[in-house]
């Protein structure tokens, strides 16, 4: 079965096996690392070595830190004003997606925060545009907290290539579902945060990468299961932390650097590149996302007829062919293909195939 749900997304088949001998018997401890104790050193260890690794997979700098957080991408929403948004302060966003806006809306329940630029308008089918992004932000009176991306809009199938920032306002961003994919330079943010469900691993923590810098000015009076600085003080046990899941994490984690992240890059690229291609000289089916905000990693499509009737017949065409999940959100449909670093080269060519087995038959009938 291939799973290209966007999100609890498929695992690699060598991780699954490894967590399962954790299960059993992690590190030769002779326990399960569900039952160790999270203060102890195996656990601490297992947390430290984790932000390690991803920090240098990200190729993050030492003045960066990792923390991880629960709550998932959503409380990342709340937690981030919380901890940045001063009342003398404005907050800015750019919407281009549900996800970008429930984003907004949390900061506007604590604070001052304003929409610099959106494509609802549009259906969120194009990425919003940042031309007017100086004009937006330029006004002298104004103090910025941040400026608030989501880098790619998983129920659209949109991502940002490039993420233009306004002199000296610290760049943040919602990178949930394409962390880890692509050659794209880290550093230029002063925060990213992501849910790990998807490229990262399992639900249940939400990776945190924070320039010390920015994470220096976060508030300090705040409960400390909510406040950055607590998380960075504490090695991320503020409380009882997720073990399992940064486990997962570690495990895929592992897997990326014995890959080589540039070779998953390339083939994140190739995957991409050949279900565009056939859906760009389909006769059935067309991508959703105007061709210059494509996402490399959400795939949304849909039937040039947009018949709803034919859409399920489809998805089951492609079930039997054990390629699953593959039914796009709920509130535009279509198909949707989750093509998270998990999903091989192969894995793609079955989909694209199967597709146009589909097609051929479709107008040969
Ligand atoms: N941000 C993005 C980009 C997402 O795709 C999602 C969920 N799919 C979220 C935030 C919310 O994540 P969670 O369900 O972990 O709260």
């Not at 940002?160 to 692509?182: G, H, T």
């Not at 490229?199 to 705040?222: C, D, P, R, S, Y």
């Not at 000289?281 to 990693?297: H, K, M, Q, W, Y």
């Not at 795939?299 to 492609?318: A, D, G, I, M, P």
Request: glycine content about 4%; aromatic content about 12%.
């Amino acid at each position: 079965m291939i799973n290209f749900n966007a999100g609890p997304a498929a695992l690699p088949f060598e991780v699954k096996l490894k967590i399962q001998q954790d299960l059993l018997d992690y590190e030769k401890s002779g326990c399960s690392v569900l039952e160790l104790p999270h203060r102890g050193t195996l656990i601490q260890e297992l947390i430290t070595k984790t932000s390690d690794l991803l920090q240098s997979l990200m190729n993050l700098p030492d003045h960066y830190q990792i923390l991880w957080m629960q709550g998932g991408g959503r409380l990342q929403f709340h937690t981030l004003p919380l901890n940045f948004l001063t009342a003398a302060q404005k907050a800015g966003y750019i919407i281009s997606g549900h996800w970008s806006k429930q984003a907004y809306l949390e900061a506007l329940k604590l604070g001052d925060a304003s929409i610099i630029s959106s494509s609802e308008a549009l259906n969120y089918q194009s990425l919003p545009s940042l031309d007017n992004l100086t004009k937006a932000m330029d006004h002298n009176s104004t103090q910025w907290a941040y400026l608030h991306y989501c880098s790619n809009n998983t129920i659209y199938g949109t991502q940002f290539n490039e993420f233009k920032s306004f002199e000296n306002v610290p760049l943040v961003a919602d990178m949930s579902s394409d962390i880890l994919s692509r050659d794209i330079d880290y550093s230029q943010f002063d925060l990213i945060y992501a849910a790990a469900q998807k490229n990262l691993g399992i639900a249940g923590i939400t990776m945190v990468a924070v320039k010390e810098e920015f994470l220096n000015q976060a508030a300090n009076h705040l409960p400390d299961i909510l406040s950055y600085k607590s998380y960075s003080r504490t090695n991320s046990t503020v409380n009882t932390p997720a073990v399992f899941a940064i486990l997962t994490t570690f495990r895929m984690l592992e897997w990326l650097h014995r890959k080589g992240m540039d070779y998953v890059f390339q083939e994140n690229l190739y995957k991409a590149q050949m279900i565009y291609q056939f859906l760009d000289r389909s006769l059935l089916f067309e991508a959703i996302a105007d061709e210059g905000s494509r996402s490399f990693t959400t795939v949304c499509f849909r039937l040039k007829n947009r018949s709803l009737q034919q859409t399920e017949e489809v998805l089951t065409y492609l079930q039997k062919e054990e390629l699953l999940f593959l039914a796009g959100h709920r509130t535009i449909g279509g198909f949707r293909a989750g093509m998270y670093n998990a999903i091989s080269i192969a894995e793609v060519e079955h989909l694209v195939q199967t597709l146009d087995h589909y097609e051929k038959s479709y107008f040969l009938l």
